[in-house]
């Protein structure tokens, strides 16, 4: 199609006169690969959701007459005998970021047609990403069994806490394990060399779009319930 | 093979101009540099709650390191900035009115929050005081 325009057409306008010009036509919308624009719309969907979770948080916050726990205090872990405020989501955060960074880099070598260092650093993504989730599902059951954290109480304070965070941290685990197991999939797929035969890595920056999200959602999540 | 890349790479981003070419042409360094940088703003937000940093300070400080950190990713990782405008904004403009519920819900909050302590205070005050007292004490320390 762009072959197309391009012949009829010299240029492509830019800025907003390029919005215009891409929006009006009775034309395909956006000049990228389906699977990233459909990702893309997924994502703001996803984002309406996530929004949903943390803005219903903030008004439970808001409105309860009991004291709210103190993440500082609740999320801290003792190492070797001292106490350190939100080590374990700290650590967390650290390697949600990692993975990213070798998304990105995979996505790279993708591009490059590097299907060994391509596949490599995908898998490293989902085995940090799966590290992730073990390190939450520690965190559950620590809270659960022995602070005594139920989704309609606790012992610390206010009774909403544990609803909200159970569901919002609930659903962000969900999409890192959906995302694991995503990525080790198309993963796979590199390295029996599927994308070469399909012409195209696009489906690897697509999946990368994904994983990027669940970090940027993590981010979100970091600094309004864990730091607030 | 550098046909083969700077073709792909056309059409992965499909834009006309020949200036987005950065974004993969050099990429290594830039991703490393944007991975670095999310580091360094997690770890000062963790500084942040370690030294106990309350108040506005706290608030501005969180806030500002969580909007380049989600920036960052956004505009690098996502490969957003090398998008065509008319992407960017499908994607980066409805999101935007959710800071009207954030407004909406934050009033609401501050209205449930108020009647609350009215009502609990109001139906405390008959038997003693002193718990009525108590129950009003709590919220204040919270805010």
Not at chain 1, 163 to 177: D, K, N, R, Y
Not at chain 2, 32 to 41: A, G, M, N
Not at chain 2, 46 to 73: E, N, P, S
Not at chain 2, 90 to 108: N, S, W, Y
Request: glycine share 8%.
């Amino acid at each position: 199609m762009s072959h197309e325009s391009s012949a009829t057409l010299p240029a492509v306008p830019e800025g907003l006169k390029g919005v215009t010009s891409d929006w009006s036509a009775d034309k395909q919308a956006f000049p990228v690969p389906w699977g990233k624009a459909m990702m893309w719309i997924f994502l703001l969907s996803d984002t309406f959701i996530f929004s949903c979770f943390l803005i219903s948080y903030m008004n439970v916050r808001i409105s309860t007459t009991a004291q709210w726990p103190n993440p500082s205090e609740v999320f801290s872990l003792t190492v070797f005998g001292t106490p350190v405020p939100l080590f374990l989501i700290a650590i967390m955060t650290m390697i949600l970021i990692t993975s990213s960074g070798t998304m990105a880099m995979a996505v790279n070598f993708g591009y490059r047609r590097d299907r060994k260092k391509t596949a490599l650093l995908m898998f490293a993504t989902a085995l940090l990403g799966l590290s992730f989730v073990g390190m939450q599902a520690f965190e559950w059951s620590k809270l659960i069994l022995d602070e005594g954290v139920r989704p309609w109480g606790n012992p610390m304070g206010a009774a909403q806490f544990g609803s909200a965070f159970f569901m919002i941290t609930g659903f962000h685990g969900l999409h890192v394990s959906c995302g694991v197991i995503y990525l080790s999939v198309v993963a796979i797929r590199v390295l029996n060399g599927f994308y070469d035969r399909k012409g195209t890595y696009e489906t690897v920056e697509v999946a990368g779009l994904y994983w990027h999200f669940v970090d940027l959602v993590w981010v979100f999540i970091f600094a309004f319930f864990y730091l607030w | 093979m550098a046909h083969a890349h700077s073709a792909d790479h056309s059409t992965a981003h499909a834009a006309p101009a020949g200036g987005h070419g950065e974004g993969v042409q050099h990429p290594i360094r830039i991703y490393l540099w944007i991975w670095l940088l999310l580091f360094v703003f997690s770890t000062f937000s963790y500084l942040v709650d370690f030294f106990q940093l309350q108040g506005y300070l706290r608030w501005t400080l969180i806030i500002i390191f969580m909007l380049l950190k989600a920036g960052f990713i956004v505009a690098i990782f996502m490969h957003m900035a090398w998008e065509r405008l008319a992407l960017k904004l499908a994607i980066l403009v409805p999101p935007l009115a959710l800071l009207v519920l954030v407004g909406l819900m934050a009033i609401e909050g501050d209205y449930t929050f108020l009647t609350r302590l009215q009502s609990f205070v109001h139906e405390v005050q008959k038997p003693s005081a002193h718990a009525g007292g108590h129950a009003a004490e709590q919220p204040a320390a919270e805010h």
